[in-house]
């Protein structure tokens, strides 16, 4: 049974800082990987989505790599602002059986000005 | 504007009474899903449709039931038989169910009392 753990459950930076927010997943027979950013009360706005085939994908200040042998993807924020302020889930698509997303529990990401 | 909506965005209700939450997408997306999330938990999967006049459960189906008789429609109805129906729900779409990023809805938050 395929399980995604994001480790910290939250972190706490001051602004401007680079950070990275790590996501691992049990099973390597994914067929994507998706970043999600949640604000309190709100639906996900998908952030980025890694094909199993990719390394890495980029949005401004966003990058998210994908190493499915080992089962792990980050995601690294650069220059950090109190915007960025959310709770960020990742999700992977499994291959085969049962197919769907399956998501982590997230990491509440405070930015303080 | 293209995208997925979800109402009301608050629902109250006494226990024993079935209730239909709402979400409408104009993406022209083929794939609708409904999911749950519960505090410290990560987003649980109730039902999801490819196509239009089709579904199938997901992880957590018992309580609740959906139609898809439109393909911009997925409503889902929760029943008097879900034992925990307080809960934020969320619905979401995407082109295809497989390798193609899902996109959410504002979601609703339901509370039976």
């Known amino acids: 049974k395929q399980e995604v753990t994001q480790i910290p459950a939250a972190l706490s930076v001051p602004e401007g800082e680079n950070l990275v927010l790590n996501c691992s997943f049990t099973?390597?027979?994914?067929?994507?990987l998706q970043w999600f950013r949640q604000d309190p009360g709100k639906g996900l706005t998908s952030l980025l989505l890694?094909?199993?085939?990719?390394r890495e994908q980029t949005s401004g200040r966003l990058n998210a790599s994908l190493d499915k042998s080992s089962g792990r993807s980050t995601l690294y924020i650069a220059a950090s602002q109190p915007g960025d302020s959310a709770t960020y889930l990742c999700?992977?698509?499994?291959?085969?059986?049962?197919?769907?997303?399956?998501f982590g529990k997230g990491t509440k990401l405070t930015v303080n000005p | 504007d293209g995208g997925i909506t979800q109402s009301p965005k608050y629902l109250f209700r006494k226990e024993g009474q079935n209730v239909t939450l709402s979400c409408e997408q104009n993406?022209?997306?083929?794939?609708m899903y409904w999911y749950r999330q519960d505090p410290g938990q990560g987003l649980r999967l109730i039902y999801y449709?490819?196509?239009?006049?089709?579904?199938q459960k997901g992880d957590i189906a018992e309580g609740y039931s959906v139609s898809r008789e439109k393909k911009e429609s997925f409503p889902l109805t929760v029943t008097s038989a879900q034992k925990n129906p307080t809960a934020f729900y969320l619905c979401?779409?995407?082109?295809?169910?497989?390798?193609?990023?899902?996109?959410f809805g504002p979601g609703t938050r339901l509370t039976v009392t």
């Open positions: 993406l022209n997306h083929d794939a």
């Open positions: 449709s490819q196509i239009v006049n089709d579904f």
């Open positions: 099973d390597s027979a994914i067929y994507n």
């Open positions: 979401a779409s995407s082109m295809g169910q497989i390798h193609y990023e899902q996109y």
């Open positions: 999700a992977v698509f499994n291959q085969g059986g049962s197919e769907k997303l399956v």
């Open positions: 890694i094909q199993s085939s990719q």
